[in-house]
Nanobody, 128 residues
Framework: QVQLVESGGGLVQAGGSLRLSCAAS????????MGWFRQAPGKEREFVAA????????RYVDSVKGRFTISRDNAKNTVYLQMSSLKAEDTAVYYC?????????????????????WGQGTQVTVFS
């Protein structure tokens, strides 16, 4: 059973930065593709960023390219999301997710169905 715990969310002024962390336990983290998703009030959960098991490949939704960076430390079983130049529209609950089934990165990296374990989420609120 894999457990994912997010941290690092909070209240930040527009233009500011935050770094989210997601600590994994109970599995073989270094073999999992990992993703970050977010869900704003009244909206569906959407893809934000993903990183392959070895860290060699990353994906981003267009709206965060150049502002967010996903990374991982397999020695610490942790994936990060560095968020800069934050905007009000980045306000959401951010979730990390793990693919423990080894699904195709090309096909599933940006899809919710590509991940089988999810954290509880951390709130990010950007005010202007």
């Amino acid at each position: 059973q894999v457990q994912l715990v997010e941290s690092g969310g909070g209240l930040v002024q527009a233009g500011g930065s935050l770094r989210l962390s997601c600590a994994a336990s109970g599995g073989t983290f270094s073999s999992y593709d990992m993703g970050w998703f977010r869900q704003a009030p009244g909206k569906e959960r959407e893809f934000v960023a993903a990183i392959s098991w070895g860290g060699g490949s990353t994906r981003y939704v267009d709206s965060v390219k150049g502002r967010f960076t996903i990374s991982r430390d397999n020695a610490k079983n942790t994936v990060y999301l560095q968020m800069s130049s934050l905007k009000a529209e980045d306000t959401a609950v951010y979730y990390c997710a793990a693919d423990t089934r080894g699904r195709s990165w090309i096909v599933y990296a940006e899809r919710k169905t590509g991940y089988d374990y999810w954290g509880q989420g951390t709130q990010v609120t950007v005010f202007s």
